[in-house]
């Protein structure tokens, strides 16, 4: 490919498969495969900003009492677990973003493929290190699937990597097709676990 020029992004099935082995790509499959990654990047921000401003604490004091009740306070075992997670977390949604960024800078031609993987091989060292870490942590049984749910994120989001730096081998934007569901579902699970853990991404006390 010609660095500089948007290639093609795409939503899954036969509209990849039509794509592989062509040597040109129509402009309009360029410009909607692009719009489906930004699209889905704005998405996931978009979810994060509305679940804050709907857990935030000045809407929860205006909110009317028949909704759902507060979650109660984390035990000292749920809470020792919440800040052991917090700095992997934070480094985790960090490299999460960069990665997502890289990939739309390499297709707005900011990046060529070896700048994509480099950026992508520094979010795999930080999966990498969070895994490991992660595994280290005995979480207390009431929070054992929400520490399974935070693993299978990170998993994805490696997932997601190793697909994205293949790019930087053939070129071929396919890649991105398939890495991007991945990091949407990993970036679903970080938010579900975020909702029991940190509400509104607040540190707990």
Known sequence: MVRGKPQAL?????????LIGEPRRSPN?????????????????????????????????????TLAPPRP?????????ALALWPIHNEVKASALKMTLGGLAYKLG???????????????ETYRRAAMRIAALTPPASLAQVHEMYVD???????????????????????????????????????KVGDVLWPSEYRPN
């Open 10 to 18: 795409g939503e899954g099935g036969a509209g990849v498969s039509a």
């Open 29 to 65: 499959v360029k410009i909607f495969l692009f719009s489906f990654v930004l699209l889905s990047l704005l998405g996931v921000l978009t979810l994060a900003a509305v679940r804050e401003v709907v857990t935030s604490p000045a809407n929860s004091r205006t909110a009317h009492p």
């Open 153 to 191: 994120a990170v998993r994805l989001y490696q997932r997601s990597a190793a697909e994205m730096v293949r790019v930087g081998g053939d070129g071929r934007d396919e890649h991105l097709v398939v890495a991007q569901p991945l990091s949407m579902e990993a970036s679903e699970k970080l938010l």
């Open 110 to 124: 900011e990046l060529d493929r070896g700048g994509l993987k480099s950026k992508v091989d520094a979010s795999s």
């Open 73 to 81: 306070p984390l035990t000292p075992a749920e809470e020792a677990y």
